[in-house]
């Protein structure tokens, strides 16, 4: 009997303590929206992103797919400033991160790498700086990623090497060191993608090592 009855006084406690689940279930609208706590918006373009919406599919510059899952964040050309912050990552069914032209500095979070579905990742024209993540070799099927035009240092990470769909890199303009790699799709890669950084040219295999320089 008293087993029982404290068994019952545990489950209770259990339940007590258990986050109410629809504090939980929109975990890509809370993504959003902690990006939006992160961003300057002096344009207004995040204006209707509502936290209160059950789902953030009605907001602008949002898509999303007929489960809605986002799938888009289109947010080039409007004028934003501010960070990434790690929750990106929360937006596991995302296809295309548009970001282009603005104003977003400090480092690209390497959660980046969790967006298994990406197939564009449009950051160019911005103030990022730091290292480009190792973690993007992650990134499957992505097949569009633009750099260009920020502040990153270190070396192109050779892991990058395995990204097997990448039609289109380009990392030109940035303050990148080292050497080139020539695997893989780098070996299509024209060498525009690569101009104005502190780069020692191609890879010389076995030769010297590609972080050489940095
Ligand atoms: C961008 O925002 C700044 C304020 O941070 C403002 O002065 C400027 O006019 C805006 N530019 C455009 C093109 O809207």
Excluded at 16 to 30: A, R, Y
Excluded at 37 to 62: E, G, I, K
Excluded at 142 to 152: D, S, T
Aim: glycine share 6%; hydrophobic share 35%; aromatic share 8%.
């Amino acid at each position: 009997m008293s087993t029982s009855i404290s068994l019952s006084v545990l489950f209770l406690l259990f339940l007590l303590q258990s986050p109410l689940p629809s504090l939980s279930t929109n975990s890509e609208g809370n993504a959003l929206h902690a990006l939006r706590t992160r961003l300057s918006d002096p344009n207004n373009v995040l204006q209707s992103w509502d936290p209160t919406l059950v789902n953030s599919c009605t907001w602008f510059h949002v898509t999303c797919d007929s489960n809605n899952h986002v799938i888009r964040l289109d947010l080039g050309n409007s004028n934003i400033s501010g960070s990434l912050g790690p929750e990106l990552a929360q937006l596991t069914h995302l296809q295309y991160l548009e970001l282009y032209n603005n104003n977003i500095n400090g480092k690209i979070p390497e959660e980046l790498g969790n967006l298994k579905n990406l197939i564009s990742m449009d950051l160019y024209d911005n103030k990022f700086e730091g290292n480009i993540p190792k973690s993007f070799s992650n990134l499957k099927t992505l097949k569009f990623l633009r750099l260009n035009n920020n502040k990153l240092t270190g070396p192109i990470p050779r892991e990058l090497t395995h990204l097997k769909n990448l039609k289109i890199l380009d990392v030109s303009n940035n303050d990148l060191c080292g050497t080139i790699p020539v695997d893989g799709s780098f070996g299509s890669f024209p060498a525009e993608s690569f101009e104005n950084n502190a780069l020692n040219g191609p890879e010389l295999k076995g030769l010297v090592p590609y972080d050489f320089g940095c």
